[in-house]
């Protein structure tokens, strides 16, 4: 065995192949593989590993719009991303069966799966990945050590955890979980087409809930390869018995929660199988450590219904792989002073906390049943129904406010 002071887990030293790599990236969802490509199309030498070949069909993020596209074509997947999803440019808002307002920007609904084959097909080297499960790890100032389940072993001057929402590998290094808000939001996701096979009159609508005690922020319903897609998002005890409806009795429960709906969706179906997920807010404490990295969920989780995961796991890619990463390689050792620039990073800072601020100001807009948000609640929609309204009657008068507020 070999040990290290440094070593929070001593790696077997004999027997198997080593793969010698200067990064190695711990995990190939949207982080890893989008991370795992950056570096490697700027010819670093890295490997990506991943328990699964193929990313397997689960419940999460499933559109992309906004300055999420900005982040895209900066590290070069704009391409791959159009030609992997479904692009609409326009969302229906409504708020009991009215029209709130029209949301106007390119945006593209496409299955998490599909978003991970569209990133791990960007490294220029497809052997690059290693599909195995690590094991073990251990990190010191100078090389880093996986074991991985067949027995190999990589070695790398710096490892990149971008293991999403599982601690284990983080928690033999003494990384902990916080959990800063348990239970914090319920996700639904769905797919759903008319019975008479018409296509729906919309594009992409949001349908926002109607009342407090329902719990709904919104359904979001947008295309995707195989139809309409829906994604629910709650603020709601997950042990109701609502949640129970909503996987059996889906289109009945929709309706029920949002019946503003109905004109708008005529007699539908749910054409595939209900996935819900209950996100607990988490980050987590004791990562400043030599030699190691968490990017993504891994660092820290987010509001489904706020949308900024893939935010936050974009300005991590960009500034640890275009910024950090390339410098800390120029020089010898990886210590923790080297790894502090990262997480001190402005940008990354700024990300984080605006997620967290997003999950809390959706839930109390959702939920909160004081006067104080009633009166915000009410101020919001009526704030966007009036500058809907005022556009529709001049056309571009928004658009001018907006780049005048912009200067
Ligand atoms: C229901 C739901 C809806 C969401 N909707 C939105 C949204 O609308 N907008 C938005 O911006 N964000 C949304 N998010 C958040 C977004 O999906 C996540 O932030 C993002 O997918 C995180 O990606 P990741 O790469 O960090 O983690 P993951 O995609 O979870 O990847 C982790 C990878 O690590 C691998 N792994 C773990 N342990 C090991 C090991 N020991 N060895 C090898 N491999 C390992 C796993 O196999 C996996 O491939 C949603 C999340 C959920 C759950």
Redesign the pocket.
Known sequence: MTTDRTVSEPIAAAGGVTIATDIAI?????????AAAVLARAGHRVVL????AV??D???????GGH?LEAFRRLGFIRGLESAACPYDRVLNIREGKVVDVSVGQAYGLS?AD??AMARSQLPDPSSLIV????AISCSDDVQHLE??SGRRVTARLIVL?????G??GYKLGIRRRVLAAGHSV?F?FTIARRDGAPFDFKALTCYGERIADGVDYL?LFPIRAGMRA?L?MFRDPADPIMRDLRRETEATVLRLLPGLQTYLGDFRVVDRI???V?DLSVVEGHLQPGVVL?????Q??C??????????LVDVERLCIEYAPRWLMTPGMSREKISEFYADRDKIAADQQSLKMARFRQALTSRDDIGWDVRRRLHFLRRSITHRVDQMRPGWLAHVRSALRA
């Open positions: 711990v995990g190939g969802g949207l982080a890893g593989s989008l590993v991943d328990k699964r990313y397997p689960e419940f999460r993020v499933e559109k992309i999420q998490y978003l991970v195995d499960e690590v094991t991985l389940a971008a293991t999403g929402m599982s284990v590998l996700s996701g979001s994604n998002f996935r819900n997920w996100m990017i993504g969920d891994a660092f989780t987010n489904p219904a706020a949308g900024t995961g893939v935010a936050r796991l």
